[in-house]
């Protein structure tokens, strides 16, 4: 039973730190592995402007072939936490398959808002289109992934009016210039994080920012799927969040809802660094290199 009203149920489902007790280690070992791919990757280019804001920052993973597809990788974190440098780790297995792989910054909650962070990550996007071919990449393969606050960012961006961004709009940009996305422990509807003690103070969501920020209630994308994955160990309400997203979006816009044994809201992840992982299979299909 959802008691979606009661604060102590609430924070209990949604501190994902609390639920995992050796979640510092998780993030540890992504920091590790993260400042080794840096490292070992030559052509990686680091800190590049996609816009002059606080946090409009990416960097980018080229794979080791020409024109290559196009992951944009977008971290999570309650979007108040966490940066792309701790990110990195996603990158090698994905160039190893033959993909670009470029992980995008953004400014983080109280400093600005849900909205905000939304239209960074609209405007590092349609970078990444009108920039592709200076990497070598090819921006007619292009698909995203992202991970809890991360993978609610990649949904609300299947249903962008690129065409209407405020700024950072390019002309010649298609109606819909993503494959699809993968979401994976992604958020869908947010009026329960509204009324979640630990993270009020920070995301300060009103009823109207639910309803502008609550992907499960937008038309669903008709030119691009979803693909929905979130860990078995995870709570009941990350659980409901990937339910919910396919029983309204509906199988054609959601194609792909898997729960993924022995993951936690960290640990599942990994199954996208992993070349043997569900996630990175799931993560190729959308690119075409599966």
């Not at 971290?75 to 440098?85: I, P, V």
């Not at 937008?218 to 995870?234: C, I, N, T």
């Not at 816009?253 to 992840?269: I, K, R, S």
Request: charged share 20%; aromatic share 8%.
């Amino acid at each position: 039973m959802r008691l979606r009203l009661d604060p102590s149920w609430l924070d209990a489902q949604y501190n994902n730190r609390a639920r995992v007790p050796d979640h510092a280690q998780v993030l540890a070992r992504w920091a590790e592995a993260s400042a080794v791919a840096r490292q070992g990757a030559a052509a990686a280019q680091l800190d590049v402007r996609y816009g002059d804001g606080d946090g409009e920052t990416l960097d980018i993973f080229p794979a080791d072939v020409p024109n290559a597809p196009v992951l944009v990788f977008i971290h999570g974190g309650y979007w108040r936490s966490l940066d792309k440098a701790d990110h990195s780790f996603v990158a090698p297995a994905l160039n190893a398959a033959g993909a670009t792989v470029v992980v995008p910054n953004y400014a983080l909650c109280p400093a600005v808002s849900i909205e905000h962070i939304t239209l960074q990550m609209a405007r590092a996007v349609a970078w990444v289109w009108q920039h592709a071919g200076s990497f070598g990449a090819d921006r007619n393969r292009l698909a995203l992934a992202g991970h809890s606050a991360g993978g609610h960012l990649a949904t609300m961006l299947l249903c962008c009016r690129w065409r209407d961004l405020p700024d950072g709009a390019v002309a010649d940009m298609p109606a819909q210039p993503l494959a699809g996305a993968l979401s994976i422990s992604g958020l869908y509807d947010l009026e329960p994080l509204r009324h979640t003690p630990m993270l009020q103070s920070d995301l300060q969501l009103t009823p109207a920012a639910v309803a502008r920020l609550s992907p499960a209630f937008f038309p669903r994308p008709k030119a691009a799927k979803l693909y929905a994955a979130v860990g078995l160990e995870e709570s009941d309400e990350f659980l409901h969040h990937t339910r919910l997203i396919r029983d309204v979006w509906g199988p054609t816009a959601v194609p792909v809802c898997e729960t993924l044994p022995g993951a936690n809201h960290f640990t599942v992840l990994n199954r996208l660094a992993d070349p043997q992982g569900r996630l990175h299979e799931l993560a190729l299909r959308l690119l075409g290199l599966r």
